[in-house]
C-alpha cells in the first residue's frame, strides 16, 4: 500500500530520459544529506550521500548535486528505467548533533515506458 | 533488502490499547533509530539508541516508549492508542551513532 500523502510533487518522465529531483533543505547548520528511495510499501532505501564540503558526488547512474549558498539538493537519474518509479526523499542531518535525520516532503517520480 | 527486520508487518486494534513493535538492526550495527510516517506528517524521527542507549529524541510522544536490548533488538511501545497514530512505523540502524542509516520494511499500524 501506498506509504505517503497523496499530494506530492510529480515528476514524470519517458523511459531512457535523465530525471532531476530537487530539495529545498530548511537548516544551513546541516552538513550531512541523504537521498533514499521508497516503493510502494516499502522502507525507504539508500541511494546515494553527500558531505557539505562536497558540491558534487557520483554514484552508479545518480550523481547528489549539493548548492549550499541557496540551501538546495538535487538528484540526477541517468537513463531513467521504469524500476526508478518511486518516491524520493531527501534528508538532512547535523553531524554534531546527533543523527536525527530530517526529512523533506518527497518527490514522486513515474517513468513512462 | 536492507538486512534489518521489524515486526509484525501490519497490526489493526483498538483506541486505548498498547502494543509493541519490534526490530532487528543489521548484523554489527549498533545503532537503532524509530521514525514514523504518516500522510500528513511525512516522516518524522522519533527516537535513537546506541548500543542499550538513549541518544537521542525527536518528535515522540510521552505515550510512547522504546527501549534497545543488549543483542541489540529494539522494541517501540504504543500506549493508550489513539486514532491519529495510524501510521507506518519503520526503524533504522547504522554501525555508528552517526553514519548512513538503514530501515527495514516497515509496520503498517491500523488503530480503529
Known amino acids: 500500500g501506498e506509504s505517503v500523502g497523496l499530494h506530492l510533487p510529480t515528476l514524470s518522465v519517458q523511459e531512457g530520459d535523465n530525471s532531476i529531483i530537487n530539495c529545498a533543505y530548511s537548516n544551513s547548520a546541516s552538513d550531512y544529506f541523504i537521498w533514499y528511495k521508497q516503493e510502494s510499501g516499502k522502507g525507504p532505501q539508500f541511494i546515494i550521500d553527500?558531505?557539505?564540503?562536497?558540491d558534487k558526488r557520483q554514484g552508479q547512474r545518480v550523481t547528489v548535486l549539493l548548492n549550499k549558498t541557496v540551501k538546495h539538493l538535487s538528484l540526477q537519474i541517468a537513463a531513467t528505467q521504469p524500476g526508478d518509479s518511486a518516491v524520493y526523499f531527501c534528508?538532512?542531518?547535523?553531524?554534531?548533533?546527533?543523527?536525527?535525520?530530517?526529512f523533506g516532503g518527497g518527490t514522486r517520480l513515474m517513468v513512462k515506458p | 533488502d536492507s538486512g534489518v527486520t521489524q515486526t509484525p508487518k501490519h497490526l489493526i486494534t483498538a483506541t486505548g490499547q498498547r502494543v509493541t513493535l519490534r526490530c532487528s538492526p543489521r548484523?554489527?550495527?549498533?545503532?537503532v533509530y524509530w521514525y514514523q510516517q504518516s500522510l500528513d506528517q511525512g516522516l518524522q524521527f522519533l527516537i535513537q539508541y546506541y548500543n542499550g542507549e538513549e541518544r537521542a529524541k525527536g518528535n515522540i510522544l510521552e505515550r510512547f516508549s522504546a527501549q534497545q536490548f543488549p543483542d541489540l533488538h529494539s522494541e517501540l511501545n504504543l500506549s493508550s492508542l489513539e486514532l491519529g497514530d495510524s501510521a507506518l512505523y519503520f526503524c533504522?540502524?547504522?554501525?555508528?551513532?552517526?553514519?548512513?542509516?538503514?530501515f527495514g520494511p516497515g509496520t503498517r499500524l491500523t488503530v480503529l
Open positions: 548484523s554489527g550495527d549498533l545503532s
Open positions: 534528508a538532512e542531518n547535523i553531524l554534531d548533533a546527533g543523527n536525527m535525520l530530517t
Open positions: 553527500i558531505r557539505s564540503n562536497m
Open positions: 533504522a540502524s547504522s554501525v555508528l551513532q552517526i553514519s548512513s542509516q538503514f
